[in-house]
C-alpha cells in the first residue's frame, strides 16, 4: 500500500499546490474561516468518509477515515486560520483579502492533508487502522481551537496524534524533530496604566501615563536577564504600547500588550510573579494605577519520547528521494496549540524545510514577505505517509 500512496502523492503534487494557492488567496482570520472550513467541507463531499463539522469552538472539521485492516486509531493535524497581515509578495495568487495573509503556512498543511486524506480514503480497503484528520481553526488566536477540539472528546482513544509545521530556514527535504519539550508556553497580558490627563506645559498637574508605561517596559527587560538561571528559557514582548495621544497633551492613560514563553512551568511561574510585581512597583513609584490581566493560554509543546523515536525510524528508514535529511533541530521559542493534544495524547509535532529557493536569508513565519518552497507541500505528504504507514 505505501508503494502506491506514495505514487498517488506524487501524481498528486499540483493538485496540492494549486489548493494551497486557492487557500493562500482567501485567508481567512482565526474563528472567521466560515469559507475556508466550507471548502474543505466541500472537498470531502461524496466521499466515503465520516465528517464532523463545527467542532470545538469554531470550524473544526474532523474526517474519520476507517481503514479495513485492523490497527491504530491516529490523528493527523492541520491548521487552516491565516493572519492579520498586510501581504508583501508578488506572487500571483496574492491575497485577495485585504489585510489578512498565510503567513505561517497553514495554506499549504492544510492543502497537503486534503490530498493525503484523499488518497488514504481511496486506499482504505488497505489500510490498518483508522485514521482521524483534524482540520483545526484559528491556532493562531489563544484560546485557540486545538484545546476545545480535544475537550470536545471527538479525539477519544486515539493512541497517537501527529501534526507539522513548515519551517523556513531549512530547505525542501529537511524534516526536523526535537523529542520532549520541544516548543514554548505562552501567556498573553495586558497592562493599563491609569495616570492623570493634563496641559503638555503643566505635568506637575498631571500624572503622566506614558513615563509610568516606558518604564515598565524598560523593567521588565531585567525579568529574564538578571531574574531567570541562565540555563533557563524565557521571552517577555511587548508587541503593543497604545500612547498615542496629542504632542501637546499628557496622556491619562495607555494600555499594553505583552507576550511571554518559558520551556517550563518553573519558569512561567517566576516570570509571572516578576511581572506582577513590577506592575505593583510602578503603582508605587508613579502613583498611578496598573490592572493586569496576565492569561496564561498555550502550555509548552512535549513531543512523546516514544512516538518521536518512531516517527524518526520511518522517517530515516525512507526512500523517497523527496525525503532528504531527517535531523534533530533545537528547542523553539514559538507556541503551537497542538500543545493541547499532545498534552492529552502521545503526539509528535515535527518540521517540513520550506525555505524558497534562490534565497539565502528567508522571512520567518509571520513576515508581510513570508513566502514557502512548494515541494515542501510532496515533502510533508510524504513524511506523513511514512509515518501512517508504520502503523
Ligand atoms: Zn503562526
Ligand atoms: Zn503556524
Not at 480497503?125 to 485557540?144: C, D, F
Not at 511581572?275 to 493560554?297: M, N, Q, S, T
Amino acid at each position: 500500500m505505501k508503494q502506491q500512496l506514495m505514487k498517488m502523492l506524487e501524481q498528486r503534487k499540483d493538485e496540492m499546490i494549486q489548493i494551497r494557492r486557492y487557500l493562500h488567496e482567501y485567508p481567512e482570520l482565526s474563528f472567521q474561516e466560515e469559507k475556508t472550513a466550507q471548502y474543505i467541507a466541500d472537498f470531502y463531499k461524496g466521499k466515503d468518509v465520516e465528517i464532523q463539522t463545527n467542532v470545538g469552538n469554531g470550524y473544526g472539521i474532523i474526517v474519520t477515515i476507517e481503514g479495513g485492516k485492523p490497527g491504530r486509531t491516529i490523528g493527523l493535524r492541520a491548521d487552516f486560520d491565516a493572519l492579520p497581515i498586510h501581504e508583501e509578495t508578488d506572487v500571483p495568487f496574492k491575497s485577495k483579502n485585504e489585510g489578512v495573509m498565510h503567513a505561517c503556512g497553514h495554506d499549504a498543511h492544510t492543502a497537503y492533508l486534503l490530498v493525503l486524506a484523499d488518497c488514504l480514503i481511496k486506499l482504505k480497503a488497505e489500510l490498518a487502522g483508522t485514521i482521524k484528520v483534524i482540520h483545526q481553526h484559528a491556532e493562531e488566536v489563544p484560546p485557540g481551537g486545538a484545546k476545545s477540539i480535544v475537550e470536545s472528546g471527538v479525539l477519544d482513544g486515539v493512541d497517537a496524534v501527529y501534526g507539522i509545521h513548515l519551517f523556513p530556514t531549512n530547505p525542501a527535504g529537511d524534516v526536523g524533530y526535537h523529542s520532549g519539550y520541544s516548543m514554548a508556553g505562552r501567556t498573553y497580558f495586558k497592562l493599563r496604566i491609569q495616570g492623570v490627563g493634563g496641559h503638555g506645559s503643566s505635568p506637575h498637574m498631571a500624572n503622566d501615563a506614558i513615563v509610568a508605561g516606558a518604564h515598565f517596559v524598560t523593567s521588565i527587560q531585567t525579568v529574564v536577564s538578571r531574574r531567570l538561571n541562565p540555563f533557563d528559557m524565557g521571552v517577555i514582548t511587548i508587541g503593543s504600547f497604545d500612547g498615542k495621544g496629542q504632542f501637546n497633551v499628557i496622556k491619562d492613560s495607555v494600555e499594553l500588550e505583552g507576550d511571554v514563553r518559558y520551556m517550563t512551568t518553573e519558569v512561567q511561574e517566576l516570570i509571572s510573579k516578576e511581572i506582577h510585581r513590577i506592575a505593583k512597583g510602578i503603582e508605587e513609584e508613579f502613583g498611578v494605577k496598573c490592572e493586569l490581566d496576565y492569561v496564561p493560554d498555550y502550555p509548552p509543546l512535549f513531543n512523546d519520547p516514544e512516538i518521536t523515536a518512531e516517527v524518526v525510524a520511518a522517517l530515516q528508514s525512507s526512500t523517497e528521494p523527496e525525503i532528504k535529511s531527517v535531523t534533530e533541530f533545537p528547542m523553539f521559542s514559538g507556541s503551537e496549540d497542538f500543545a493541547y493534544y499532545a498534552a492529552k495524547y502521545p503526539s509528535c509535532f515535527f518540521y517540513i524545510g520550506s525555505k524558497p529557493k534562490g534565497v539565502e536569508k528567508p522571512y520567518f513565519n509571520h513576515h508581510p514577505k513570508w513566502e514557502i518552497d512548494e515541494d515542501a507541500l510532496l515533502v510533508a505528504a510524504k513524511a506523513v505517509a511514512e509515518v501512517v504507514c508504520r502503523g
